[in-house]
Nanobody, 123 residues
Framework: QALLVESGGGSVQTGESLRLSCAAY?????????IAWLRQAPGNERETVAS???????RYDHSVKDRFTISGDAANNTLYLQMSSLKPEDSGMYYC????????????????WGQGTRVTVSS
């Protein structure tokens, strides 16, 4: 059973940066298994913003590409999401999630979720 604990959210202004962390227990962050950051804005469906699949395949949603960077730290068993040039539309609850499959599927295919950390970007 994996336990994922997110941190690092907060309130920032447009253009600022944040780094989210996801500490994992009972699951190895740097592995062949899919691990990802997802977000959910009020009134919207949960969406995958960045993922690491099959150990080395990194994917980003088009809305965050070139602004967000996902990375895993094996020493600390922690997943990060470095977010820069933040926009108000980046606001929402950010979740770390993983699965026992090598490739991420849809939002409903993740097996383990953290409790989320909130990001608010003001204009």
């Amino acid at each position: 059973q994996a336990l994922l604990v997110e941190s690092g959210g907060g309130s920032v202004q447009t253009g600022e940066s944040l780094r989210l962390s996801c500490a994992a227990y009972g699951h190895t962050v740097v592995s062949q298994y899919c691990i990802a950051w997802l977000r959910q804005a009020p009134g919207n469906e949960r969406e995958t913003v960045a993922s690491i699949e099959n150990g080395d395949t990194i994917r980003y949603d088009h809305s965050v590409k070139d602004r967000f960077t996902i990375s895993g730290d094996a020493a600390n068993n922690t997943l990060y999401l470095q977010m820069s040039s933040l926009k108000p539309e980046d606001s929402g609850m950010y979740y770390c999630a993983t699965t026992r499959k090598y490739w991420c599927g849809g939002v409903n295919d993740f097996d383990y979720w953290g409790q989320g950390t909130r990001v608010t970007v003001s204009s």
